[in-house]
């Protein structure tokens, strides 16, 4: 899953940027609001995480101007925890709100859930055939055996399995799962597609030939 930050602070940036990559999410960054408000509108992200106060446009602002034009889930990361901000936060169109200091697990936590709900797939534990995914814990299971998958291909099945019952094309798949920095060659995601299929069988992912690829309801 595809996350921006938005959040002036550097260290804190990067130490969120890169607390996410362990956890398996591609991340993007932006260090002020006019920055943060331009990525959120010309890219599809599965979420954002908004700082309130920053530099060139404040986060109302930019909440403001993005459910304008997107529904993106959007959590609000802050020092400000007055019950009245946290009220213009939720009024003002995010989906959650959490005050700083705070625990990385209660983040990842809430922004798996966000991604859930906005994909309408809120159960954390999907089945499909003999194969069984925990998206809280992110594990897959094939029958009773713990089925070990590398942080890509699990993010490429967490995708497919959040979107089942409809049609994702490898465009979708590249765009979400990496970052503005990665460079990817051409077939990775065919790449990730047949290693999924000999781990957990070739039934569980179907390809339209020239369209994508779909994991049935």
Not at 115 to 123: D, F, G, L, N
Not at 170 to 187: A, G, P
């Amino acid at each position: 899953m595809r996350v921006l930050v938005v959040e002036d602070d550097r260290d804190l940036g990067k130490t969120l940027c890169d607390a996410l990559e362990e956890e398996g999410f591609s991340t993007d960054w932006a260090a002020d609001g006019r920055q943060g408000l331009a990525k959120a509108l010309t890219r599809d992200y599965d979420a954002i995480v908004l700082d309130v106060m920053l530099p060139s446009l404040d986060g109302w602002t930019v909440l403001n101007r993005l459910r304008e034009d997107k529904n993106t889930p959007v959590l609000i990361l802050t020092a400000r925890d007055a019950l009245t901000d946290k009220v213009r936060g939720l009024n003002t169109g995010a989906d959650d709100y959490l005050t700083k200091p705070f625990a990385l697990e209660e983040l990842f936590a809430r922004l798996r859930s966000l991604v859930r709900r906005a994909a309408k797939q809120p159960a954390p534990i999907v089945r499909v055939g003999d194969v069984t995914i925990d998206l809280s814990a992110c594990r897959v299971f094939k029958g009773d055996a713990e089925t070990p998958l590398s942080a890509k291909e699990y993010a490429t099945l967490e995708y497919l399995i959040m979107h089942r019952g409809r049609l994702v094309t490898r465009r979708m798949l590249q765009d979400h799962l990496y970052d503005e920095h990665d460079e990817t060659v051409s077939n990775v995601v065919e790449v990730y597609i047949a290693a999924l299929r000999k781990k957990l069988g070739a039934e569980i992912i179907h390809t339209r030939r020239g369209q994508g690829y779909i994991v049935h309801a």
